[in-house]
């Protein structure tokens, strides 16, 4: 009996053993694992009009198996539409050590942070072409540790300028609103202006950076009569938009976009891409990079639909008519 108690008492210490020793492996393997991934968000906008943009973008995460809060962490940067501040904003994440970063907002973003490293993983989302704008070695190839999405804003100046005229058969001159600080203006400028010539219209130029300028551009269009404006694709228009179709509707003057929130915010009309499914494309991108996957392996994406977007409302308010063959193109009315 005593010799089946010694026994007893020696299982019963090799199954304390077993338990202990499992209730210690756990926490070792956790030691071993990577922390929670850290996604740093840098935009050229604020954290309000960027709202449904970083929403599109979580829905890509979400997608791709990450949640913010659960097995994710983001640090949220915002330029406010002041591009000076975004190299020092890029930095500040990397000496964060973020696992990757979002550079959103154009291509100021993604040249900030490429400059700012060359080891963290960035995904961008940029208007301007990124090989010409040096962001990428190729769309299919982009090489080093940079890919992302690109909405191709800038060279839809031509496209946008067309449906303009199709609007306003009569004006003579339109104007083009364009952000002097933004890597892509040259080029916006230029190809805007050669559109412009070839369909025997005069283009006017004003450069706007921040709220004041914004003010003054209108002020100018006004008094230089422009018949109509193309708002340039510009991540400060973008965070302006409520801003800019007021001042459109205030000094009457029919306007183009890049994007359909311009016209939800009132403005008259817009052709671009979604932005919000480019966004989620650029999440479900940051969800492959965190599973392993290499950005110079990840193709840069382009849109696959552009939109075109028509308020009726405000064209009625600015005394237009829209014809008939250009509402048959739309994608989309406001009435």
Known sequence: MAA??????????????LIGAAMVWPAGVRAQQSPTPIIGYLSTRGPDTDAPFTTAFQKGLNEAGYFDGKNL??????GEGQYDRLPE???DLVRRKVTLIAATGGAATGIAAKTATATIPIVFVSGG?????GLVASL??????????VSFGVPLGAKRLELLQ???????SIALLVNPTTPSAET????????????????????????HELDAAFTNLVQQRAGALLVGADGFFNGQRHNIAGLAARHSIPTMYELREFVMAGGLISYGPSFSDLYRQAGVYAGRILKGEKPADLPVQQPAKFE???????????????????????????E
């Open 4 to 17: 089946r108690a010694v026994v007893i008492r020696m299982r019963r210490r090799e199954f304390l053993a």
């Open 73 to 78: 962490a983001m640090e949220f940067r915002w």
């Open 89 to 91: 904003l890029a930095a």
């Open 129 to 133: 072409d990124p090989v010409n704008l």
């Open 140 to 149: 299919n190839r982009p090489g080093g540790n940079i890919t992302g999405v």
């Open 166 to 172: 199709l609007l306003l058969p009569d004006a003579k």
């Open 188 to 211: 916006e400028l230029r190809d805007s202006q050669a559109a412009a010539e070839s369909i025997g219209l005069q283009m006017l130029v004003q450069n706007a950076s921040n709220e």
């Open 308 to 334: 075109l977007v028509i308020n009726l409302k405000t064209a009625k308010a600015l005394g237009l008519t829209v014809p008939p063959s250009l509402l048959a193109r739309a994608d989309e009315v406001i």
